[in-house]
């Protein structure tokens, strides 16, 4: 381009030149990060929801050595396992890491009476009966159906419930395969 007097419109030199493009890319990737962000970034294979207080089956089975039935003690008597209320995880943490923000997190939690709501990893559709307390009764580990729990961070689901993997297992050790047992 020229102006009326001849001369060339002084271009700037560089990479400011540039500058709209650069601040343009600059506030879509903000945005796809914030979008990221708030529809919350699908979690990589291997690793389960993130949870509201980052509980590490890892830290407190492999490297404590605590009990599943410590915290799941319904899972010997009733259909549910049950996840602890905090007053189980504050029979340790009035104490250990008191501090630790996390710690500070659910001691505010159980001050003001809040539950803390973990995402639910594992299921069955709704047609179908579940029941911990015979198949613990019976010996079998938590591990055939949830994988090895004390090396995650993150529970994940570690198998799919599938119908045949149920049968399976009940024909293997002559257990009954009336369809009533599991659809009521
Ligand atoms: C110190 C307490 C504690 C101990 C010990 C513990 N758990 Fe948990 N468990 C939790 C809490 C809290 C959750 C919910 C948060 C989460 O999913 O991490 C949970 C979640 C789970 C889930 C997923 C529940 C769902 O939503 O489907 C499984 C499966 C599970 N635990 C199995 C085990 C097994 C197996 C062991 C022993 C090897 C064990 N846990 C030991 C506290 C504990
Ligand atoms: C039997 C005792 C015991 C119980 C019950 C227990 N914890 Fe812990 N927890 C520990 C110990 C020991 C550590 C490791 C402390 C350290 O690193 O010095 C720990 C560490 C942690 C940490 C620190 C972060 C990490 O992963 O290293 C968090 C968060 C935590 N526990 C949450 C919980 C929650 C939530 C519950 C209840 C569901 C719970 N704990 C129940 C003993 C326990
Ligand atoms: C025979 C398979 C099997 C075994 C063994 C088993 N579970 Fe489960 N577990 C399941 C299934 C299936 C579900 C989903 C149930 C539902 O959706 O109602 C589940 C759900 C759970 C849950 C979340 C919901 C609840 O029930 O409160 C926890 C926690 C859990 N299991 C812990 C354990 C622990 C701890 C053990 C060992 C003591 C164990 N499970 C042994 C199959 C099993
Ligand atoms: C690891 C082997 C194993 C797996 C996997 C398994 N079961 Fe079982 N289940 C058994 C055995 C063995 C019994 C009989 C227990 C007894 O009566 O002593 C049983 C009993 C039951 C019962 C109670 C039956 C009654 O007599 O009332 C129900 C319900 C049940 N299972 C549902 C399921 C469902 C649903 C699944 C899949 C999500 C499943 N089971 C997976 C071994 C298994
Ligand atoms: C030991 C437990 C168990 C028994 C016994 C059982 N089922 Fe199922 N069934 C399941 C589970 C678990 C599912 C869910 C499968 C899934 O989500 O993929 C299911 C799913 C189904 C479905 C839904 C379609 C599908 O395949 O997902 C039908 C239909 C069904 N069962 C019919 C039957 C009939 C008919 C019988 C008797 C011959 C029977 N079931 C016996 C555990 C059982």
Known sequence: MTNAAGKETPRRKGPL???????????LLLFLGAGL??????????????????FSHRVHVHSKQVSCFMCHTEAVRSSRAGIPPLETCLLCHSRIIR???????LRQHFARNRPVIWERVNWVPEFVYFEHSVHIQRGFDCGVCHGDV????????????????????????????DCFTCHR
Not at 161 to 171: A, K, L, P, T
């Open 150 to 177: 004390s090396a995650m961070d993150r529970v994940v689901q570690a198998r799919k419930f599938e119908m045949g993997f149920c049968i399976q297992c009940h024909r293997d050790n002559k257990a009954t395969t």
């Open 37 to 54: 962000l708030y529809f919350d970034i699908p979690y990589p294979a291997g690793l389960g929801p993130r949870q509201p207080i980052p």
């Open 99 to 105: 501090s630790h923000p996390y710690i500070a997190k």
């Open 17 to 27: 030149r540039r500058w709209p493009e650069i601040a343009t890319v600059a506030v």
